[in-house]
């Protein structure tokens, strides 16, 4: 999801709350503080001069810049979770389920509660305008999210003609921004997520062979 700027600082989306065993992630540090008005921040920078700071640890994603030493080559892949739900979605909707796992595990690494600060929510990470466009009914129940977010990635492929990484690139940035820029918007971390999510899938489809 997009970077959000907080007036202590600039983070990128998914806040994921809990390791993830037998999954090689890199993790890093986040803080949360209110302050006098009663505005509730999220930084990657550690405050200083506030009180009842809180720090939380979490795994790299695939929209995450500051993640630079994981290897997306090389992290284990998850082709077991979900997989009744994550086929289900992709012979309803025709979308390779190589791709709904790249995005989900780019997205959320797999964990249905992740939430960002932005609002996005369960293993696709959907924005509140998006479940109510697709009128999900419970975003952190697996078999909706993943519905819902295969619906809106077969949109997506049909709005960008199948293009793999347009469609990454909309999922990131949104589809106006694909469409303002003729292509993959200039932001660098779209740009990166693409690359990650392109790993991702050509790696899922290559364990699927």
């Known amino acids: ?16 709350f809990v390791c993830l065993s037998g999954l090689q992630f890199v993790h890093a540090e986040m803080y949360k503080f209110t302050d ?26 695939a929209s995450d810049l ?12 998850n082709r077991l979770a979900y997989e009744e739900e994550i086929q289900t979605a992709a012979k309803d909707y025709t979308v390779d389920d190589s791709l709904i796992r790249a995005i989900i595990h780019a997205e959320s690494a797999y964990q249905p509660e992740a939430l960002s600060p932005r609002g996005a929510q369960g293993l696709m990470q959907l924005m509140p305008a998006t479940q109510q466009e697709l009128q999900i009914k419970d975003v952190f129940d697996p078999l909706s999210n993943i519905e819902a977010g295969t619906l809106y990635l077969s949109r997506l492929l049909n709005q960008f003609d ?14 106006g921004a694909v469409r303002e820029y003729g292509g993959i918007p200039p932001y660098q971390e779209t740009r990166e997520y693409v690359r990650r999510v392109k790993i991702l899938y050509r790696r899922y489809r290559s364990a699927e062979s």
């Open 1 to 16: 999801m997009k970077h959000m700027l907080y007036r202590a600082g600039q983070i990128a989306g998914v806040l994921i």
């Open 162 to 175: 199948q293009s793999v990484e347009l469609v990454a690139a909309a999922y990131n940035a949104g589809p």
């Open 66 to 77: 500051q993640c630079q030493q994981l290897d997306w080559e090389k992290i284990p892949l």
């Open 36 to 61: 006098k008005d009663g505005i509730v921040h999220y930084t990657n920078v550690r405050p200083s001069g506030q009180k009842n700071v809180k720090t939380f640890s979490f795994p790299c994603y």
